[in-house]
């Protein structure tokens, strides 16, 4: 029987920084005995929305040549999976997870789940970094908050539910974050029975997130152009203005001065607002009291306001990049 593990997410979780890592770390998976792709080929996640496994039985049977693990990693799929078809009663993860049983394979499925607040914070920086945001930070807390789509959803019942119902898989749902926080990759190994962490290369931790002042820019950037009639929407224009973003952060140094768009009084309104489900969660799922057993209340002091110098830079780099990106 052919073991699958399917790390799937959630965003935000660290999933890059381990995808990472287990790329450096191919001898040691060959040694035992993995075969680990992370979709370079962009080929599973369309073929999940099809309901086509072909391209799965591919990846599935080069692991079994080898009489490997099958490991599998995209946080794409902890939004993908829960999507349920019209013309069907289950999800597009039961789909999946049907699929590989009839193969007589064994599933495991790792999910790391981030605490609200901090999640939402952190996909918001990288909303707006790559120019598709262009609100402020409790507008778009509070827009999520409402929202009724899969992508985006960060609420653990909505968004897993389907693995506990399925009843036919191994899962592990992993905390993620917060002050007492263990590193993924070694929870990740430790799931999958490989081995300590120690044995493994490491690779330098990458700080994504381009820091305040950027994210400021970023928006003044987007005010600018939309006075002049322009919107940054079409995907090439994006990566460029995200590329003279990048540039000028590291310039500056500004991702040492990390972007928090938390106040005192919304990271309260977070916390309400997915509480009840949080709870039944962390009850059902952990053993614990209550969500606030495993994520901790860390509220946050909140950013003092820009001083005269920064809101200058910010203005004088926003033109700047404005006027680079007409031409």
Known sequence: MTRVVLHIGMHKTGSTAIQNRLEANGRMLHQHRISFDIDSDNQLKPAVKKRDFRPWQTKLDRARDNNNTLLVSS????????????????CLGDWLIDAFNKQGCRVTLIAFLRDQPSYLNSQYTQHVKKFGLDCRFDTYARRIMGHTQE???????RLFGWIRRN????????????????DPFEQLLAVIGAGPATDWI???RINEQPGRLAIETALAVQRRLATKGQAVNEPL???QAFRLLKATANLYGWPKQRFSGLTPELYREIRA???????????????AADWATVFPEESPEPQRELRRHQRWL?????????WMLRR
């Open 202 to 204: 490491d690779l330098p």
């Open 151 to 157: 992508r985006g959803e960060c609420d653990p019942q």
């Open 237 to 239: 224009h994006r990566r």
């Open 273 to 287: 607002h997915y509480r009840a489900s949080n709870d039944a969660f962390a009850q059902e799922v952990w053993g």
């Open 167 to 182: 009843g036919t898989t191994s899962a592990h749902f992993i905390p993620y974050g917060g002050s007492r926080a263990l």
């Open 314 to 322: 910010v203005a004088w780099e926003s033109r700047r990049i404005s």
């Open 75 to 90: 946080e794409v799929l902890s939004h993908l999976l829960t999507r349920q078809p019209s013309d069907s009663d289950g």
